[in-house]
């Protein structure tokens, strides 16, 4: 069995963008407490290309805004993904946090690396993994591609769930063809911005945030607001 697929110890988060905003302030709150981390290592990857210096920079400022220290770890190409360093740092935390920006840059960063490795024996060992956006997407198998809406491979921390960030604003042509050319044996779970899906370390779901999650893959869709349940997805 595979690192990606083993039981969780930890609390996974997958945010559907405008991270690091006011309507994120409550669950990230929570996130926080729940890790006991004294400090949030925010990897910049997916903004390699996006000014990921400002990103950093930023997330640095909101979450001491929240009471905890932050640092920027300057992961933006595969040299880095493989520095034995930066994954010892990333092995060790208790709360992990990917950017948005490009889903294809940072899965090709990622993908079989010992950063990888070390996000997943952080997740696994109890700490928070919370990824916005193309974080998101990037995270769970299938994964949404964003050329055009059909799917890909993703990395696969959660199997057979692929997530559509940016639910409540995305270009409806490109939200019907994911909907569409879902697999059959396939979950999506659409996420508005400033929201949140988060799954516990005991493997329940819940909707957190401004807006809603709505889950495809049934009959019709459903929705999910602050604080509810979101059953049928994988513990």
Known sequence: MSAARASSGGTFA???GGEWSD???AFDADLVATSGAAEVLVLPTAAAFEHADRVGARAVSYFEGLGV???SLPVLHRGEAEDAQIAKEVRAAKFVYLSDGSPLHLRSVLKDSALFEALLASYHGGGVLAASGAGATVLCDPMVDPRGGAYTVGLG???NVAVFPYH??????LRE???DLLPKNATLIGIDEQTAL??????TWT???EGAVTVYGGEAPLAFAEGAPVLGLPA
Request: aromatic residues 0%; contains cysteine.
């Open 14 to 16: 997958l945010i559907g």
């Open 177 to 179: 063809r994911s909907i």
């Open 23 to 25: 309507g994120c302030r």
């Open 168 to 173: 409540g604003t995305a270009a409806d042509h």
């Open 198 to 203: 988060v799954r516990g370390s005991d493997g």
């Open 207 to 209: 909707a957190r945030g």
């Open 157 to 159: 921390v959660v199997r």
């Open 69 to 71: 220290a932050a640092r």
